[in-house]
């Protein structure tokens, strides 16, 4: 028996109704596997948690959150929020408090969406606590500083612990999936010597622990190159956080943009699924908005606590998702205007539930 405890965050604008769908397409799988049982658990994050609860992040969400084994988050409209020290982004709070050092970011085409490499099948895996991201790289304060307002400073860092937290991601993702067995590491050593030097040691010492898969290293704008002349020659990539930041956007341009860029976060203890795509206030309410990067990122979601459980059936639940998301973006027959079809929201997600049935 696995027994997953699983919370619902719906986030800002289509986090609202995406959310539901992709919770709806994860019960509708495990629903054939008796022996998976999860117990869901809605909590309140965002503006309109604000609106009702005076926080964007209430005490009582953060503090369930380490009863749980996982959650959804919907996408955050942070950038909207009105200057109120109770209304803030709770992303780097959440990645950083939950140790959720890993960011898992796949990028994979489908026949028939329109896009620029119809081949591209690879993950990037980013860092996501330290690099140069101010918001998070410091126990208190900020590295993005101006000591003079004509100076303006940003620190980097990069530890041997979170690198090998990422790299140890990177390898046992390359094991699950049915690519190339191969992972990549991408630095700027030339430029970078001491902190790249540092991100490459740990990738290294952690690959002699993987002899099965195959390891190399690329600098990163030669990566940058070469994945978009032939994404087929990698796998699985892992970097540091700002370069995973710009090369799995890259990596989604790929396939035709955000909305078919879903993410998964993970850590030692916890995992949070987040789509890579904004909150995109301009489609909310109105059913048009592509449930997949939400659906996929639960579909990660469930796969890697299976994998970790070693869970068969949960493992076979999360390949039934992948399944059914393929059979309805093939077929072309119920799909978001986006994809080049005519349905809604709520009807491509019924779809895909109705595969799972």
């Known amino acids: 028996m696995a027994d997953y405890r699983l919370g619902i965050l719906l986030g800002d604008d289509i986090g609202l109704e995406i959310v539901p769908i992709a919770v709806d397409v994860v019960k509708a799988a495990v629903k054939n596997y008796p022996q998976i049982n999860i117990d869901w658990v809605p909590l309140p994050i965002g503006y309109k948690s604000f609106l009702e609860n005076g926080h964007s992040l209430p005490e009582t969400t953060f503090n369930t959150l380490f009863e749980l084994d996982g959650w959804i988050l919907g996408p955050i409209g942070h950038m909207a929020y009105p200057k109120d020290p109770n209304c803030i982004n709770p992303h780097p709070i959440l990645r950083r408090q939950f140790d959720l050092a890993s960011n898992i970011r796949p990028a ?41 307002p004509d100076i303006a400073l940003s620190l980097r860092v990069i530890t041997r612990r979170n690198s090998t937290m990422v ?44 002899p099965d898969i195959e390891y190399d290293t690329c600098v990163v704008d030669t990566f940058a190159m070469r994945m978009l002349m032939d994404p087929t020659q990698y796998d699985v990539a892992v970097t540091t956080n700002m370069f995973g930041d710009i090369l799995s956007d890259e990596a989604a341009g790929l396939i035709g943009g955000l909305g078919m860029a879903p993410g998964l976060s993970v850590g030692p203890k916890y995992v949070m699924a987040q789509a890579t795509h904004g909150s995109a206030p301009k489609h909310a309410g109105k059913n048009t908005a592509n449930p997949y990067a939400m659906i996929m990122s639960a579909q990660m979601m469930l796969s890697w606590l299976a994998n970790q459980h070693h869970d068969e059936d949960g493992i076979r639940a999360a390949k039934d998702i992948e399944d059914a998301v393929y059979q309805v973006i093939t077929e072309r027959k ?24």
């Open 108 to 148: 994979k085409a489908y026949p028939g969406i329109k896009c620029i490499n119809d081949k591209t099948d690879l993950v990037i895996i980013r860092e996501n606590n330290e690099g140069f991201q101010p918001d998070r790289n410091m126990y208190k304060g900020t590295s993005d500083c101006m000591p003079t």
């Open 167 to 210: 790299a140890r991601t990177a390898f046992e993702l390359a094991r699950q999936r049915n690519g190339l067995k191969k992972v990549t590491a991408i630095h700027k050593n030339t430029v970078f010597k001491l902190g790249c030097s540092l991100f490459l040691e740990a990738c290294e010492a952690v690959a002699k622990e993987y």
């Open 334 to 357: 119920v799909l978001t205007k986006d994809l080049g079809g005519t349905a809604g929201t709520r009807e491509m997600g019924a779809e895909i539930c109705r595969k799972l049935s």
